[in-house]
């Protein structure tokens, strides 16, 4: 008897088949996985083993951090990015931004410092709870995502939109902030989670509204989706090109 005729799997019988084909990997850990108020910023040492770590591993891009949170940022995200060009790491690198100038002005220092584009993921988040928490309007929040991703892509920056909350979010809110990125000249945009609202429907839900959002637009060139805090599984099966790991 061949042994696939030993079991009979229910569980494959009429799952969702995952195209074949490569997905990459944005890793998380020297930003977002420093965020727990019980994990230490390591000395910059370390960081860079964590680096070469990753590149060694193949792990396609890694967040390095958000210079815009003050000079030891800075310092940090500097050596990182020159680490990167020094040893001619396959990695490539990613930085962090509130969705405003004074972030992303930074990130453009470095990167013309350095001698090597580095990716601004510039965040927002994107809920009615959020917006009330802030006080924010979708207005004022289509007027800084226009200003701030239109500035990082005048300075050869390019931009990864990254909204959070988004799995708590209307979809008017998502169609409207995802447009005014991409025709800012955002060719990545991040689709997170954040709170831990997700489930394996809603991301189903939830990415297939984001690329019929995309789709609509008929654009010439292709726009990257990335997924953040989500359930993975359910990500790349949606066809997510990316996924972000801390």
């Known amino acids: 008897m061949n042994k696939g005729e030993l079991i009979y799997d229910w569980n494959r019988l009429g799952a969702e088949q995952i195209a074949s084909r490569r997905v990459e990997f944005d890793d998380e850990s020297l930003r ?21 770590l990753m590149d060694s591993l193949g792990i396609d891009a890694a967040d390095i951090g958000l210079p815009g949170a003050g000079p030891r940022a800075v310092t940090h995200v500097t050596r990182l990015a020159k680490e990167i060009v020094d040893c001619k790491l396959d990695i490539k690198p990613n930085c962090a931004a509130r969705t405003v100038r004074a972030d992303i002005q930074p990130i453009i220092d470095i990167s013309e410092k350095v001698g090597m584009p580095i990716e601004a993921g510039t965040f927002i988040g994107s809920s009615p709870i959020r917006q009330y928490a802030e006080g924010w309007s979708v207005e004022m929040m289509l007027t800084a995502t226009e200003d701030a991703v239109s500035f990082a892509v005048s300075h050869g920056i390019p931009v990864m939109y990254v909204t959070e909350d988004t799995t708590r979010a209307h979809p008017d809110t998502i169609r409207a902030l995802y447009t005014a990125a991409i025709e800012a000249g ?61």
């Not at 727990?36 to 083993?49: G, L, N, R, T, Y």
């Not at 609509?216 to 726009?223: A, N, P, V």
């Open 32 to 52: 977002d996985g420093l965020q727990s108020p019980s994990v230490i910023d390591p000395p910059i040492e370390k960081k860079i083993a964590i680096l070469h």
């Open 186 to 246: 955002a060719r990545r945009i991040c689709v997170c989670d954040t709170v831990g609202h997700a489930t394996p429907d809603g991301v189903r839900a939830l990415i297939a509204y984001v690329k019929a959002v995309i789709h609509g637009m008929e654009l010439t060139d292709e726009i990257k989706i990335e997924t953040g805090d989500m359930v993975e599984r359910e990500a790349i099966t949606e066809g997510r090109q990316r996924i972000e790991c801390a």
